[in-house]
C-alpha cells in the first residue's frame, strides 16, 4: 500500500522569505515522487519528480524538493517566494511495483499563500 | 499544442440522475486517467487505460462508474445512478510514456443534490 501525508492544510509567507511545503510518504518498495501545483481554475501541472539518483531535485520555476530516505519526506522548497506561487501544491507518490504506472497516490494537498 | 480537455466544468444534478463526464486527452497519448478529489481530499486514482484498453480499474468505487475509451481517443466516465457521496472534482490526465509526468486537464465538478 502506499499513501501520502501533507500534514499542513495551508502555508502563509511573506514575498521573498523561503516556501516550504511538507510531505511524507509510505510505500512497500522504493518510491518514485513527484509534486504538482494547481493555480485555480486550472489543471494540475508537474514540477518535480524523483526516481533515482541525487536526492535534491531541481523542478520547474525555481522550486526544488529533496528526498529523505530515512525520513520519508519530499518536502518542497523555493528559496525566495513569489506572490505568483500562491496556489495548491499535491505530492504525489507511486510505488515502483504498481501495477499502473500512472496509479499514484496523492495528498490532500497544501495552500501556499503568499503575502506581498 | 492543445491540453487534455474536460467537459462539462461543472454539472449540477439530483440523486439517481445520471451524468456522463468527457475528456479528451493530448493527441498521440497512448495513456488516459482517471482521478477524483472528493471533498477537498486527497486525489484518488480511479483507472487507466492504455489506447482503449482498461490498464487498471482498482480505483472505480463501484458498479455504478462506467470508463469507456473507443478508438483509443476521447473517454467518457458515466456515472449511473447518481449518488451524494460521487460530488467531487474529477480529473483527467494523459500521458505518452512513462516519465512520470502526467498532463491534467482542468477537472469536472460533479454536484450531485
Known amino acids: 500500500a502506499q499513501s501520502v501525508a501533507q500534514p499542513e492544510d495551508q502555508v502563509n509567507v511573506a514575498e521573498g522569505n523561503p516556501l516550504t511545503v511538507k510531505c511524507t510518504y509510505s510505500v512497500s518498495g522504493n518510491p518514485y515522487l513527484f509534486w504538482y501545483v494547481q493555480y485555480p481554475n486550472r489543471g494540475l501541472q508537474f514540477l518535480l519528480k524523483y526516481i533515482t539518483g541525487d536526492n535534491l531535485v531541481k523542478g520547474s520555476y525555481g522550486f526544488e524538493a529533496e528526498f529523505n530516505k530515512s525520513q520519508t519526506s519530499f518536502h518542497l522548497k523555493k528559496p525566495s517566494a513569489l506572490v505568483s506561487d500562491s496556489a495548491l501544491y499535491f505530492c504525489a507518490v507511486r510505488d515502483m511495483w504498481a501495477d499502473s504506472w500512472g496509479k499514484f497516490q496523492f495528498g490532500a494537498g497544501t495552500q501556499v499563500v503568499v503575502t506581498p | 499544442e492543445a491540453g487534455v480537455t474536460q467537459f462539462p466544468s461543472h454539472s449540477v444534478i439530483e440523486k439517481g440522475q445520471t451524468v456522463t463526464l468527457r475528456c479528451d486527452p493530448i493527441s498521440g497519448h497512448d495513456n488516459l486517467y482517471w482521478y477524483r478529489r472528493v471533498m477537498g481530499k486527497e486525489i484518488k486514482f480511479l483507472l487507466h487505460f492504455v489506447k482503449e484498453s482498461k490498464q487498471d480499474e482498482s480505483g472505480m468505487p463501484n458498479n455504478r462508474f462506467l470508463a469507456e475509451r473507443t478508438g483509443g481517443t476521447y473517454s467518457t466516465l458515466k456515472v449511473q445512478p447518481a449518488e451524494l457521496e460521487d460530488s467531487g472534482v474529477y480529473f483527467c490526465?494523459?500521458?505518452?510514456?512513462?516519465?512520470?509526468?502526467?498532463?491534467f486537464g482542468e477537472g469536472s465538478r460533479l454536484t450531485v443534490l
Open positions: 490526465a494523459s500521458s505518452q510514456d512513462y516519465t512520470g509526468e502526467l498532463f
